[in-house]
């Protein structure tokens, strides 16, 4: 399991996986009741190249066992710069007014 190929669009992801998959998709255009979060380090390091940032994040598909062991495409991490970036998804199922949180930060600030 540790190194399976990326999901890759199949077909047989759960529910979860493919709602947050929708949710990357809907970037730049995130909607309540979810919302998207970008850190203000990130923001801070790299002001100019968010439309980049984020379009990473959009596409990302790197799904393995060693990084998404539950499959539900909640998490991600890529290198842009030299600098190790993570982005997340957390499910507040209505808690605060919000449903999905897609937040994008520097690794650093995990």
Known sequence: ??????????????ETAQRYDRLRMSIPFVRPPDTLVVTGGLVAAFPDD?????????EFAIFTGDN???REHDF?????????????????????????VLTVMLASEY
Do not use: H, Q, R
Not at 1 to 13: I, K, Q, R
Not at 50 to 58: A, N, S, T
Not at 86 to 98: A, L, S, T
């Open 50 to 58: 968010l439309p980049l940032i984020l379009e990473k994040v959009k």
């Open 68 to 70: 998404d062991p539950w």
């Open 76 to 100: 991600g991490a890529f290198e842009f710069k030299g600098e190790k970036m993570f982005w997340k998804i957390d499910n507040y199922n209505g808690n605060e007014g919000y449903e999905l």
């Open 1 to 14: 399991m540790a190194n399976e190929a990326p999901d890759n669009g199949n077909t047989d992801l759960s």
